[in-house]
C-alpha cells in the first residue's frame, strides 16, 4: 500500500467521523423535539490489504468507514399537558397516522403525539396526518379495518329513559296517622297524604315528566307510598288530574329502619300487594340483609306516555327510607334518564377510547385509536417530522390496541425527546479528537511524503 495509503486512511476517517458529528447535531436540534429518538453512528473498519513481510503475510487496515445509524427507542420522559388529545406511549408501540392526500394508502408511525381534531372532524397530528383506528359496536367492542379516526361534530345523542330511581328520604315517626290502607285520594292529595317528593323522570324520546311519591301513614310501622303524574301526559289520563302509576306500602321496625316493602302487582291499583322482605329478622337479631335488594316498581302499563314515546314504561323506585322522629325529608334521589344531547367535546381515556361527551351529561365511546409495534424498530426509516416508515429490516408491524400487548395511553401528556445532551457533548468531544487525529495523520503523512520528494534535490 505504500506511504501514501495513510492518506486514505486519514481521509476515511475524516468521513466518518464527520458524519458522526452531523449524528449528534442532528441529536442535539433535536433536544425538545416530542417524541424524538436519537440515533448514534456505528463504525467498521474496512477491508485490510494483505503484504508480505520475512514473517509472512500480515494484513494492514486501510481506514474506517461508517457501518450504519441506529436508531435508539429508549422511553422518553413524560410532559404533562392540559389538552386532553394529547397522548404519550409507555412501551414499544407506535400511533399509525396516514396522510389523506394519498387516500390514506400508506402508513406511518410515530410517537409523537400532539394530536387534535380538525374542522371536520378528523383526529389529525400537526402536519395533518390522520389518526388511525377502529370503528366500534354497541358494545364497546372493535370491528371492520383500520379507519381514521373520525367524530362527527354535529351529532346528537339519542334520549334514554328512567329505568330506576334512588330515593333516600326519611319520614318522620312523629306523623298524624291520616287512615286505614287504602286511604290515599288523587283528587286530595295533599289532604290525605303525610309528606311529598317529586323529581323529573324521562321517556324514550327526552321528554321530562313530574313524578311526585306521596307518602301517607297509616299506622305506627305502616306507611303507604304512591306516585303519580299528571294525567294529561298518559294514556287514558286527564289533564291537570293526578293519575296513580305506582303504589304499594312501607313496613318499619321499632328503631325506625324499613323491613319490607309492599307493591301493588295490578294494572290499575286495585290488586293485591306483593310483599317483599328486606330484612330476615325472625330469630335474628343482627337484621342480615336479603339479596338482592328488593326495589318497588310502578303499575304496569301505567306509564303509557301519549306523545308517542315507547310504551309501558316500567320504573324501580329504590326506596331508601327510614322512619326517624325527625322531620320528613329528602336526603338524595336520582334517576337514570336523560335527554337527547349535542356533542360539546371530545376526549381520549386512557384505554384509548375517544369519547364525545354531550350537552346532556352522557359520555359516549365513539372509536378507539390503534397502536403498532415492530419485531425490530431499530431498521425503521425516518420519514420526517417525528414519523417513520416501515423498511424490509424492520418486518411487519403487529397492531393492536391498548391492553393487546402493544403499550399504554396516557392523556394530557407527551413524550419527550430522549436525546441526552450530557452523553451528545460527550460523544463531540471524542468525535472532535478523532476528527483532529485523522487530519493530523494526513499532515505527517504529507511530511513524509514531502521527505521522500527532497531525497533528489
Not at 457533548?425 to 511530511?447: C, H, L, P, Y
Request: aromatic fraction near 8%; charge should be negative.
Amino acid at each position: 500500500m505504500g506511504v501514501s495509503g495513510s492518506l486514505y486512511s486519514g481521509v476515511s476517517g475524516l468521513n466518518a467521523n464527520g458524519n458522526a458529528m452531523s449524528v449528534i447535531g442532528n441529536n442535539i436540534a433535536n433536544a425538545n423535539t416530542v417524541g424524538f429518538k436519537s440515533s448514534r453512528a456505528i463504525f467498521g473498519d474496512l477491508l485490510s490489504s494483505e503484504i508480505s513481510g520475512s514473517g509472512g503475510i500480515s494484513q494492514v487496515g486501510r481506514g474506517v468507514g461508517l457501518s450504519i445509524v441506529d436508531n435508539i427507542f429508549s422511553q422518553g420522559t413524560f410532559e404533562n399537558t392540559e389538552t386532553n388529545t394529547d397522548l404519550a406511549v409507555e412501551g414499544s408501540g407506535f400511533f399509525i397516522v396516514s396522510d389523506p392526500s394519498t387516500g390514506n394508502s400508506v402508513n406511518n408511525y410515530t410517537r409523537a403525539g400532539a394530536f387534535r381534531f380538525d374542522a371536520d372532524g378528523y383526529m389529525v397530528n400537526p402536519e395533518g396526518y390522520n389518526v388511525m383506528g377502529y370503528q366500534l359496536d354497541d358494545n364497546g367492542d372493535t370491528i371492520g379495518d383500520l379507519t381514521p379516526i373520525w367524530a362527527n361534530t354535529q351529532s346528537f345523542t339519542s334520549a334514554g329513559s328512567t329505568s330506576s330511581i334512588d330515593l333516600n328520604t326519611n319520614i318522620d315517626s312523629d306523623s298524624v296517622v291520616v287512615g286505614a290502607y287504602p286511604s290515599f285520594d288523587p283528587l286530595d292529595a295533599s289532604g290525605t297524604s303525610n309528606y311529598a317528593t317529586s323529581i323529573q323522570v324521562y321517556d324514550s324520546l327526552g321528554s321530562t315528566h313530574l313524578m311526585t311519591t306521596y307518602f301517607t301513614k297509616n299506622t305506627n310501622q305502616n306507611w303507604e307510598w304512591t306516585s303519580v303524574v299528571d294525567g294529561g301526559e298518559v294514556a287514558g289520563g286527564t289533564s291537570g288530574e293526578l293519575e296513580v302509576v305506582g303504589k304499594g306500602t312501607l313496613q318499619f321496625d321499632a328503631s325506625g329502619d324499613l323491613i319490607a316493602i309492599g307493591v301493588d302487582d295490578s294494572t290499575d291499583g286495585t290488586g293485591t300487594l306483593t310483599v317483599n322482605q328486606l330484612y330476615t329478622v325472625a330469630g335474628d337479631t343482627s337484621s342480615d340483609p336479603v339479596f338482592p335488594k328488593p326495589t318497588a316498581t310502578t303499575l304496569a302499563g301505567a306509564l303509557d306516555w301519549n306523545n308517542g314515546a315507547v310504551q309501558n314504561n316500567l320504573i324501580e323506585i329504590d326506596m331508601q327510607t327510614t322512619q326517624y322522629s325527625s322531620p320528613s325529608v329528602v336526603v338524595s334521589q336520582e334517576q337514570d334518564g336523560y335527554g337527547t344531547g349535542t356533542l360539546v367535546q371530545l376526549s381520549v381515556d386512557d384505554e384509548g377510547n375517544v369519547v364525545g361527551n354531550f350537552s346532556n351529561g352522557t359520555p359516549r365511546k365513539l372509536m378507539k385509536i390503534a397502536l403498532a409495534k415492530f419485531t425490530n424498530p431499530n431498521a425503521l426509516d425516518k420519514a420526517g417530522n417525528n414519523m417513520f416508515a416501515q423498511s424490509n429490516g424492520s418486518g411487519v408491524p403487529i397492531v393492536g390496541t391498548v391492553g393487546s400487548g402493544v403499550g399504554n395511553i396516557f392523556t394530557n401528556a407527551l413524550e419527550l425527546s430522549n436525546v441526552d445532551l450530557a452523553q451528545e457533548f460527550v460523544k463531540m468531544i471524542t468525535t472532535q479528537r478523532g476528527f483532529s487525529a485523522n487530519s493530523k495523520t494526513i499532515t505527517t503523512t504529507d511530511e513524509m511524503l514531502a521527505e521522500v520528494i527532497n531525497l533528489k534535490r
